[in-house]
């Protein structure tokens, strides 16, 4: 399937999951969809009959809140059946509300607490590095994320190592939990921040666009660490839900989520 197709899926199904659960961020998981599907379906070198391959490469995904996006990425591929994603955020499920790789084929590591993703991602680069290994490590971090030290804690330490195995891909869709990254806690000018820590930097203009996407994940980055700059739109595909900060936590019932079917179903590739 190619990547656009995917990315629709994961959207229909983030959808589907967060309103059967009642659950939140599904802001935060359509504006990575985008992301998430090239990523799946063009770049990473990846087997679902064997996902613990030690030539593999990995993804982290550092904003663990948005772990729909991940599941319904994982079960559109072929890690697990598209039904455990009705079982997401119930009693006794595999899948949990931020990700876990409990259990769950194909999720390296159990993340949610902001920062902490990045930093083990960051850890198994150096261990591929220091063994020869030839697999590169993939993580995905929010722009609000970028608030936490442990994240420049983490590009420091992968500058320093050299780690041109390891990309970050920041979703920047300028949003947090409670406001404006900007008015919150700003990170601009983002881009000359993670040059100054040593790393390779491309900006994506438009980080929910394909084409952009794949020709960023298609530059080299020998010596350092490559770090992609993807702007998006948070509640990406969904007209009322793009950049609105009610959802970050509000949850698609009724008309809403009878609405988000409707614009889904009239664009489906």
């Known amino acids: ?18 309103h059967e659960s009642h659950a939140s961020h599904i802001g935060a998981a359509l504006s990575a969809a985008d992301i998430l599907a090239v990523l799946y379906a063009e770049v990473m070198n990846i087997n679902p009959e064997n996902p613990d391959s030690d030539d593999r490469d990995r993804f982290v995904m550092s904003k663990g809140h948005a772990g729909v ?21 119930q009693n006794g499920s595999n899948l949990s509300g931020h990700i876990s790789h409990k259990n769950v084929p194909g999720v390296e590591i159990s993340t949610g607490s902001l920062g902490h993703g990045c930093v083990m991602a960051c850890g198994m680069a150096m261990a591929a590095k220091s063994a020869d290994k030839r697999h590169h490590v993939y993580t995905l971090v929010g722009d609000g994320e970028c608030n936490e030290g442990s994240v420049w804690e983490m590009a420091m330490i992968a500058s320093r190592f050299k780690l041109d195995n390891f990309t970050v891909i920041v979703d920047r869709n300028g949003m947090q939990a409670m406001g404006y990254c900007e008015d919150i806690m700003p990170t601009s000018p983002m881009a000359s921040k993670w040059e100054s820590f040593g790393w390779s930097v491309t900006e994506v203009e438009d980080g929910n666009n394909h084409e952009q996407l794949r020709r960023a994940f298609a530059i080299s980055s020998t010596g350092k660490p490559k770090c ?5 739109v948070k509640g990406k ?18 008309e809403f989520y009878e609405k988000a079917i409707k614009e889904l179903e009239a664009c489906r590739p």
Do not use: C
Not at 237 to 248: A, K, P, Q, T, V
């Open 69 to 89: 996006a991940v599941y319904s990425v994982l079960a559109e591929m072929v890690f697990f059946p598209v039904e455990w994603l009705s079982t997401y955020y």
């Open 1 to 18: 399937m190619n990547s656009e197709e995917l990315a629709w899926k994961i959207r229909k199904h983030s959808i589907d999951m967060v």
């Open 237 to 254: 595909g969904i007209s009322f839900m793009e950049n609105n900060l009610l959802w970050h936590y509000r949850d698609p019932q009724g």
């Open 228 to 232: 992609i700059i993807a702007n998006t």
